[in-house]
């Protein structure tokens, strides 16, 4: 009975360890998110009219200037930028943005994909070590942008994106992230990226008449490459936000466990040493009785 005593005391001491690791993960994840949802909450609103804007603008071009960005060809080849996160213990985070990204090729670019013209361009050490080890096609220069994460360095994996697109290397870019809502819920976008879609006015709006100066080729070629580096920013800034808080609430149910399998421990090792001193008292009592007779 003994040994049975020693294994369940140590069951106990390691799920006491595991849940004082789990409540500390919890607490750096919850300071990290509070840095990471103010930066977003502050982006947000500027990106998105920023593309409202880049939306008009294209849409009223009318077909009277060469936009590179947004020149729509036959979809040949295709370039995925998927955003997961460096790390694990976020529940399933990362899972859900690497299935989302697989439909994504199934239902767009499953022609594409036979023909091995698909190609992952990760953001985040668990997309990359994932697509690399299931022989997809991968871009090796971008995945570790979270160890130093700065505006400049997201323009360099969106430049790649737009250089890309206008070569003709690729005819198609999707954006695959985790939109920030709260602690305990992202939204998992698929999104286009490239070729820019024009904004369609509502019906009984005009479209918007703008005044350009300079002139509005000049204009959209120094425009256009601003506002997608935003847009992929603020596409980094969200999944970022996204990771620590889905961390936070993975980290807050372990706890949670871990509590409820140390009242179970408890109750077995205190049944387990009740029965161990019964047993005892039984030895004691029958040798007595024993001497006695």
């Known amino acids: 009975m003994s040994g049975a005593l020693k294994e369940v005391r140590n069951r106990i001491k390691s799920v006491q360890s595991t849940q004082q690791i789990t409540k500390a993960m919890k607490m750096v994840s919850a300071a990290k998110l509070r840095r990471a949802q103010d930066a977003i909450i502050q982006m947000r609103p500027y990106a998105q009219k920023l593309q409202e804007m880049l939306g008009n603008i294209v849409g009223n071009a009318e077909g009277d200037i060469n936009l590179a960005l947004a020149k729509e060809r036959p979809v040949e080849k295709v370039l995925i930028i998927l955003i997961t996160s460096d790390r694990g213990l976020c529940g399933g985070y990362n899972s859900n943005l690497i299935k989302l990204a697989k439909l994504d090729i199934k239902e767009k670019y499953a022609d594409q994909f036979a023909k091995g013209n698909v190609t992952i361009l990760p953001l985040g050490k668990r997309g990359y070590e994932h697509f690399l080890k299931n022989k997809y096609k991968v871009v090796d220069r971008f995945w570790d942008i979270f160890s130093d994460l ?144």
């Open 150 to 293: 700065t505006f400049e360095h997201v323009v360099a994996a969106a430049k790649y994106a737009m250089d890309a697109f206008s070569k003709g290397e690729v005819d198609a870019v999707d954006l695959i992230y985790s939109e920030f809502k709260n602690a305990a819920t992202q939204k998992f976008i698929a999104e286009p990226y490239l070729p820019v879609k024009k904004s369609q006015p509502e019906k009984g709006n005009t479209k918007a008449d703008f005044i350009f100066e300079p002139g509005k080729e000049v204009l959209l070629q120094e425009l256009m490459p601003k506002i997608l580096n935003t847009q992929l920013y603020k596409a980094v800034l969200d999944s970022h936000a996204s990771e620590h808080g889905a961390r936070m609430t993975a980290m807050d149910k372990a706890t949670d466990n871990a509590q409820e399998l140390l009242k179970a421990l408890k109750i077995s090792y205190n049944r387990a040493r009740q029965a161990a001193i019964t047993t005892e008292l039984t030895e004691i009592v029958s040798g007595a009785a024993a001497l006695q007779g």
